[in-house]
């Protein structure tokens, strides 16, 4: 591993203090001056006309000082595809759908309000499997999906459920079927989710007697809320600004747009007052935003050495009720259809249908967790199928150094390495497993792979300012919801311009009116993309360093180099601390020279190139992947179907460690979600009404401490990447990507069972097992 | 507007049921932690609570003259857990009190508050059947003692009358002594309610000596008497038999989760399971 004498080292939060002893404050913290509360009226139904909204009664509830409704705002939001008006207008689409909201003076006088609105409903049949959902006579959610507005990378076909469509087309894969010594067909399927961060959605907003909006909000992506705000309402840029606070947590279900149009419509009935919304743990599960459902249907072509010859993959994605940002989920499976393997010759279709279930967006992992459970099940039953070890079936198909990905593009030597890493992880598992009285244990690894999923344009960019005392200020625009941006941000900076680490302060909590712009903070981009940016903005602040200093020790710019705090000259003419340079320094005459120390850099993906529209191929369609693997030891119990994770090996291909700790943090937090969404975790409909059976916590559960495994491993690799700052690229959705399927294939290991649908539950384990034992 | 919740601290046994009457809708709370997440939720919410932690009386656990043990309604699940004398004689209640929840909820929830929840899946009601408790309690009628055989009605429901409030549950010295083993699954390792559970208890000095209580499987928690009656009879070789006597008491349903039919299937691979540990030991 590289070291830096920041980067690379087990550097402390750098926002740690302000966490532990509560100092830092999260939206529903704040108590805003003269602030009203928002209460949404929502559907009932999963799918009605809406005939009529009569809000007479609810304005009349004492304290109310507005609703609003589609009527007054029938204006269309969403980032790729807009398919939602801020409230709906002429039908409802999920059961949650926002249909009007109040702004009162207290909690109890807005839910009043909110019962009191009285709409009038016609239901209409309802769609709850993507299946049906692509069927001729489906019922469309969305009749009107030809007249939205949407970028040209996004295809939604009119007169259907479908809002996107990737195609892949690699080689002659019917030809090369038809070759293939043996043919393996499988369909797994993966349940809607939900994110269960800590913080639930809020959002808060104002508009002053001048008309200039502003918002506070619990976000992943203070800019492109803006934008899309002022897309939705016609405001201008100059009028909106947007606040972020700390943020408890997102995974990606804050990512894009979600309740601020909502508090917008209210503030702007209500000019001068705020208007805050905070979300019920309930609403959270339903009518927030949840992971999308996957259908999986793979073909599998292999020769009679082992190589696949032909792939054929056909991912049916539950969009839910909308596919604003879905829609990109789509894509992102589409051209990363293959996982981590070179197929020669590949048919891959990934499709975004619509249903009236909650409303599908982004998850850590993006898509990847989702087709990996496919994918990776299918890579250990062909292996099986042709009597192949898993593992040696795996490195003679992966990607690597001069093989190409589904769509065309070659891989070099900076791109990373899966075949390394799933030979750490075998490496772990080369003692026998153990036995264990009563259990039966089994041993399983799955691979990974994701690119960041982002427009070829999508920006970061930073502010470094010094302050008089030579503080380096940082001023970046990511959010740091617990995965230690801030921290690394200071590294990079300190690294740069080598400076003790507690002499950078990192401001970060991002306002679009004062803020560097940063596109959102998704797609695991943010070490890599802010971290190009400082560096590139640190060098900038060292010429002005170096130019002044020059000028006062009288030696050339390239003598010069910084040390704790002082500019010095390496040909030995002496030194100068830096605190008498960042303002200008000033020579014993009195005269100036230089000026304030600052600089703002940024960072836009390099040389990416939209994918062909019919076939997708693309020599450069994204910036980067990042490559791992995951081991799974289990012990299951085989009369009541339990599972017990035992242990749980990661390896990824990260190029440069940031940050030990740090590192480490996310590859353990996204085993155990990994484990969360692999063994228990499944939003349920009641397919009659429509509703969630399970939103709370009591019925819907996520691992706590107690289901960590005892042994969680990880080590990385580190083949550096090329255009990644000091050589690293992303992590932090990766590490949740393999473990349900390592788990699924331990699982077959243990029992000789597949379970094809996710979650891995006792029950359904103890239902495999009695029907494999009835079969003999 | 909407009416506030009230919420009073009475301080004495008369106060709280005084208190109570003043207001319909009236709800006594202990620990809460059922009560709370319930008001949020429903659509009748309480118009007041009525806490009864303050009240000293309450607050005890007390080993009676007789031998028998008395566990005030304020007193938390985690001291009866912990309280050494429960350990000692009545381990089956200190294995069921262990499984409620999580540490920190157990630091606040009651054992009298989980029977008066009356949950199918409530912990600590399997160890008060096995160990026939007594429920105390007084109300506008005065004082009375409930059998805990007869406490439970259904699903939320006891046989508490409105306005009733429960004192303590006593558990008998008969009680005392024997072993237990507690077959619990849930869907992950803690704070989770049982998805099924069996409590196993043998009790030298009782008829039945052999105790098998049933969670999640029936509208209350119940014993299974004739699994019981089986084990008494031919000891550790009627496992099966009394498995098949427990599934067949089990009145299980479908819900997020589990399935009648694992719930039923569980219930007999635990019992046997018990029967085997406690056989062995
Ligand atoms: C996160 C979480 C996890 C949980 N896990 C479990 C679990 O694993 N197992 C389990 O069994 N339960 C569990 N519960 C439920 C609950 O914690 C228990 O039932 C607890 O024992 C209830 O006790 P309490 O003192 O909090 O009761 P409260 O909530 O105060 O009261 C419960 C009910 O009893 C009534 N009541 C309380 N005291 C009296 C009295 N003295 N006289 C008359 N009526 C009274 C109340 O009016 C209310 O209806 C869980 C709850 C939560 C929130």
Redesign the pocket.
Known sequence: MSQGRWVGRDVLRVDGLEKVTGAARYLADVKLPRMLYAQVVRSPHPHARVREVDVSRALSVAGVRAVATGRDFPFHVGIYLKDQTVFATDRVRFVGDPVAAVAAESPEAAREAAALVRVEYEPLPALFDVRQGILPDAPLVHPDLGKYQVVPWITPQAGTNICNHLKVRKGDYHAALKTAAHVVENTFVVPQVQHVPMEVHGSAARMDLSGKLEVLTSAQSPFTVRHLLCACFGLSHGDVRVMVPQVGGGFGGKAGINLEPIVTALAMRVPGRWVRLVLTRAEEFYAAVVRQGLVATLTTGVDRSGKVVAQRMHYLWDCGAYGGYGVNVVRAAGYTCGGAYEFPNVWGDSIGVYTNRPVGSAYRGFGMQEIHWALEQQMDMVAHEIGEDPIAFRLKNCLGPGKRTVTGQLLDEHSGRVDQCIQRVAQAFSEPLATRPGRLRGRGLACAVKAPAMPNDAASSVLLKFCEDGVLEVLVSGIDYGQGLRTVAAQFAAEALNLPIEQVRVRNLPDTDLSPYDWQTVASRQTWATGNAILRAAEKCKAQLFETASQVLGAPVERLALRDGQVVDTGGAGRVPITRLVMGYQFPDGHVIGGPVAAAAHHVPEGLLFLDPQTSQSAKPVAKWTFGAQGVEISVDPDTGHIQVDRVVACYDVGQVVNQGLILGQTYGGVVQGLGTGLMEELKLDLLTGKAQNAN??DYKIPTALDVPAALEASFVETPQKDGPMGARGIGEHTMIPTPAALANALYAACGIRIQEMPLTAEKVRAALREKRAKG | MQERLDYRKAHSVEEALTLFQDLPRS???????????RARGSGQAPSRLVD?KGIPE?SRIEELPSGDLRIG?AVS?AAVAAHPTVRQRFSALSLCAS????YP?RN???????I??A?P?????AALLCLDATVL?VGPAGPRRIPIHEFFVGPGQTS?ASG????AVEIPAASAGGRAELGRLSRRQG????TVAVLLSVLPQRSPRHRVALLSVAPTPRRASEAETLLDQRGPSAANAAAEAAMAAARPIDDVRGTAAYRREMVGVLLTRAVRALGAA
């Open positions: 916590l009591v | 709800r006594y709370m202990a620990g809460g932690t059922d009560l709370l997440p009864i309450l309604a699940v499984a409620l929840g999580s909820l606040r929830a009651t054992v009298v508050g989980n008066c929840n949950s899946c409530a912990d600590t009601a309690c508490l009733e409030l429960a004192l704070v989770d309610i049982a």
